[in-house]
């Protein structure tokens, strides 16, 4: 079936790069996301990868895409401590979105 | 920028109470879709619509559940009679195209 997995925190200091990882089970979702949501608030897209694309770059964001592994990344450059939030990855099959359980990430000074 | 807006931001019902939770999408945009996400789980698919019909819908979404586009710009959300376990975050989302954007939530808490 669909499932979508994730580390559930990830510790940075502030100022270091931070990588996220994200697994996923089904080899037809056609677009992989990455969502941001802070304390209180809804999700933000971040940044979202055509399944066949490898790689895709947005300011301090880097997306890697592993589709033979079903494996999919986030590289935040110069972790901020405004970056402290809970990060999901989803797949898309079809319609819908499958989210991942999201990784906490604490930036400390 | 266009965002996509929810009211209320917090429902509080009691148990086999209907409630309507209200969204107003992106006004260019075409599909729009109900998530859920209970404290503490994943954020879980509803229902998608377009073109004034279903498009697909998850097993959670069952006959308590149903949505409608009242106008052109509302997209609404009924639970008939509310259950305990429907307590839980409720996203509104909508699409153009490839990315879903989502609103800031409607928290229903069901006592």
């Known amino acids: 079936g669909e499932d979508v997995e994730q580390s559930l925190f990830l510790s940075v200091r502030e100022g270091d790069s931070s990588v996220i990882n994200c697994t996923y089970t089904?080899?037809?979702?056609?677009?992989l996301y990455w969502y941001k949501q802070e304390p209180g608030a809804g999700l933000q897209l971040l940044t979202y990868?055509?399944?066949?694309?490898d790689m895709k770059q947005d300011q301090r964001l880097t997306v890697l895409l592993n589709k033979k592994d079903k494996h999919l990344s986030l590289r935040i450059a110069d972790t901020q401590t405004g970056d402290s939030a809970i990060y999901f990855c989803?797949?898309?099959?079809?319609?819908?979105?499958?989210f991942g359980t999201g990784t906490r990430l604490q930036v400390f000074p | 920028e266009p965002e996509v807006t929810q009211t209320p931001s917090h429902q509080v019902t009691q148990m086999g109470q209907e409630v309507i939770l209200r969204c107003v999408p992106i006004?260019?945009?075409?599909?729009f879709y109900w998530y859920r996400q209970i404290l503490g789980q994943k954020v879980e698919f509803l229902v998608s619509?377009?073109?004034?019909?279903?498009?697909?819908k998850s097993e959670i979404f069952d006959d308590q559940f149903s949505v409608e586009r009242p106008d052109g710009s509302n997209f609404t959300l009924k639970i008939r009679s509310t259950k305990l376990e429907d307590s839980a975050m409720y996203f509104c989302?909508?699409?153009?195209?490839?990315?879903?954007?989502f609103g800031p939530g409607t928290r229903l808490t069901v006592t």
């Open positions: 989803a797949e898309r099959t079809v319609h819908k979105l499958i």
């Open positions: 619509f377009y073109n004034n019909e279903i498009s697909e």
């Open positions: 089904d080899s037809s979702s056609t677009y």
């Open positions: 989302a909508s699409s153009e195209a490839d990315e879903q954007y």
């Open positions: 006004s260019n945009h075409l599909y």
């Open positions: 990868i055509f399944s066949n694309m």
